[in-house]
């Protein structure tokens, strides 16, 4: 008997891929609903009045008033998220540049003792958060850093430093050495090297370690919590916490924060998905 | 006084010797190209002249001043890279103007020198384009007008053709023989590992095995008076066959008698040590015996048709290796059938059983 491959699948193999292919789908929409509905449960909250919440949970919102919104931005969400914006954005600079460097000195020199030095900063990811806090503390009230933005600038690149490396290395491993033998014959140093050859072609991997940075310094809260107190340098994750202590029973200027919270990075995640899902993918498989 | 002077360069990689003390001269306005097997040194040695590795000892000259350890932008040489190295994200204009810019030029000049570069490589209209719209060719091209706008005085080509097609390679060697009749006062070293782009184009080849230079000569040295076997069978397509033999003086003369019972006369017994030697003879020397005495008998194993030539493969019997002999298109020559073919006594090469050639100019 011959089995010929151009045979028409039968009618039961065709009744069995749509079953499974419908599961998967349904696993998917269920999946979506789940991540997605606390979301947007959340936002419709903030329009809400208290009474509403609690009368209606589930329902749309009678009135889209913005009142809630305005007066969570008033109460200190507006500090917040420049606190946030101001710790996110420098540390996310200070990291990746940083970790950016240190991957060209890892996979485009001739130090002696690379792999020496390559474990010891991948090390770094071992290292746990939570250990070090009694020392960080003492450190940063002895320079003067305590309560400050600088504080948690300064921990975020530090704790970041050896993954977002990691990721760079990865990626520069795989971009041909002529490159900078080239650069390097037209008479660049090894910094013209670095910012006018390596960065811009390390463009993908480096808008991916910024996303995952991001994500990590927006949503960060151990210490944050730890390492300021004054209203004025508290990051979103915190302020919210004492928001909840302050107005605990108003729970729609509550959701109104949280959505204003959540906003900048939802958008962000979704614009740049791409990169997202692209950075993860090559940290790990090159 | 030469412009390159290369004085016992030896190269080491992690106590492993791969550069055994080349000692060579290139004269300005000279073109070099070093040939050699997989693995015999000579992009090492290409890359120690450039300054992107490094000279574990021995002296490198470049007008006479040392380089050893002078940075390789500081050398007055520019390289082609086997890859083009391009810079992808630039277009082909800032390609051509990074060196420039890096090294202050004023962006008259730069502009200046580009459009000649890209004049000499009718890369005009496409210097506003970027590497990835560009064929092979054309990138190869680009790649050459990089080193050419920095006005070099040693060129430095490492293997630049390894990966064009075979139409395109042919195209870009004839531009890049035109090239350096363009540019007489400048010297050029060119990797290769395909001897017919060193036949054609160089003015001395260089052919190096396991680290060292086996010989260096004219084409036509290398190809009429190889040193030893290796070079014999390196230059040359097909190779050259060669073959164990005795030779014996008789009569005020030398024979030459080889392991499948031929013979050949010499002449000049003097020239000759008597004992055994290996014969070597190029596969285009060969031609039909008709009337000569024959220096081969056997039969046809295998042809291959060229056109215009047929490379015909006789079994003599000698530990199944093949005589090549390339004879016309036309002949008439079928597998299985028997042959005879003679070659001139002139164009017989004798080595001794080291491989060291016993006769004519290249002998040692």
Redesign the interface.
Known sequence: MTVGTGNPPSESALFWTAISKSFVYSLLVCLGVIVLYPLLWMAASGFKTNTQIFNAPFAIPLSWSLENYIGAWNEGVRSFLVSSLIVTATSAFCTVMISAWTAYGLTRTRMPCKPLITGFILGGLMLSPTVALIPLVRMMQSVGLYNTHWALILLYTAFRIPFTTFLIRAYMLEL?S??D????????TEG?IFW??ML??C?PIIVSSVILHILFAWNEYLFAMIFTNAQEVQTLPVGLTSLMAKHGTDYAQVFAAMTISALPIVLLFFAMQRYFVRGLTEGIGK | MAEMTLHQIRKTYGGIEVLHGIDLECEKGEFMVFVGPSGCGKSTLLRCI???EEISSGELRIGGALMNDV????RG???V???Y?????MTLFDNMA??LK??GIKKNEIRERVQRAADILQLTPLLGRYPKALSGGQRQRVAIG?AIV?DPRVFLFDEPLSNLDAALRVATRIEIAKLKQSMPDTTMIYVTHDQVEAMTLADRIVVLRDGEIEQVGTPQELYRTPRNVFVAQFIGSPAMNVLPAQLHHRDGGATITHAASGECVLGGAGAFDAGPVQLGVRPEDLALAGDAAPLFRGRIDHIEHLGEWQLVHTDVGIDDKPIIAKLPGDLDVRRGADIALAARPSSIHVFDTDGRRQNGAGRT
């Open positions: 041909p002529d490159l033998e080239a650069a390097r014959m037209d008479g660049a013209q006018h050859i811009p072609l463009r | 450039a300054g992107l940075p390789p932008s500081r040489i520019s390289m890279f086997q890859s190295a391009l810079y992808p994200h990074f060196g890096i090294a990089r920095r």
